[in-house]
Each structure stands twice: as C-alpha cells, then as structure tokens.
C-alpha cells in the first residue's frame, strides 16, 4: 500500500463511524498534492445537503484524532466539505445512486477527437462504464481510460 493509500484507508476508517453517528455519508477521502501543499481532504454529505456546522463538527473531530495519532508525516492542509453538486462517481453506491441519470465521463486520451461525452448511465461494472447518448447510441468506456465521471450539472 502506497503512503497516500495507508492515510486514506488509517483516515476513513475513523470517519466511517463518525459520520454514521451524525447520519452523513463519507462520500471520499483523498490525500493530494497540489502545487506544493499536501491535502487531506474528507468529503462528507447526507440527504437535504451538508451544512458549514456539518463540516466544522466532522473537522473538529477529525483534527483531534489526526493530533493524537500522527502519523502522517509530511506538512499537510485539512478540509472537510461537501462534494458539490459536479460530484463524482467514485464507488460502487456512487454509481447505483446514478443509474439511469446524465453523467459527464472525461477521458484520459482523446477517443473520436474529442475527451468529453455526456450521456444517461446505463452500465457499469468493476472495468467498465457504459453511456447511452441523446441518438440513443450506447458508448462504452474502459475504467482505465476515465479521468472523471460524474453526475452532469444542469443548470
């Protein structure tokens, strides 16, 4: 396991219970770079949407047991928010909760000159993704292949 998988998994497992207690879904935790400055960001929701008392209480917790057990090792900036209205599709109830809505899939590699599709998902499994376009044509994506996929905003 990498460095940035141990403090995802170390940091998740303590939030599982946490936010169950408070009725939230831990929607994702990652540990990034960006720039120079490290982040460890949880990402938490629950139905009506999350409120600032919503993260500050979930923050203030988290900031607590991140002091006591120490164990990342590197300078790093603690945030804890919703996952905002373009929130992505990351695990297996993200995608059960979307089937059948529009999803923009973002590619890593052009395919058909163009890296953006947006259609209905209509398929998924642990390899692949699959989208239904306006035409009623069905486009079908390699997990490997996708940068981003999340639910279209509409606006």
Do not use: N
Request: net charge negative; charged share 35%.
């Amino acid at each position: 396991m990498t460095k940035r998988e141990t403090y995802e998994s170390r940091t998740e497992a303590f939030l599982l219970p946490l936010v169950a207690e408070h009725q939230f879904e831990l929607v994702d935790v990652e540990y990034v770079k960006e720039g120079s400055s490290w982040y460890l960001r949880a990402y938490i929701d629950k139905e009506g949407g999350i409120a600032i008392d919503d993260c500050e209480t979930i923050s203030r917790a988290l900031s607590d047991w991140l002091d006591r057990e120490d164990f990342i090792s590197d300078s790093y900036i603690l945030e804890v928010s919703s996952p905002g209205l373009g929130r992505p599709l990351k695990k297996e109830k993200d995608f059960v909760r979307s089937m059948g809505k529009q999803v923009e899939v973002k590619l890593y590699r052009a395919r058909e000159k163009q890296k953006d599709f947006t259609g209905t998902l209509a398929e998924y499994d642990k390899d692949t993704v699959t989208i239904e376009l306006e035409d009623e044509s069905r486009m079908v994506f390699g997990r490997q292949e996708i940068a981003l996929i999340r639910l279209a905003l509409d606006f």
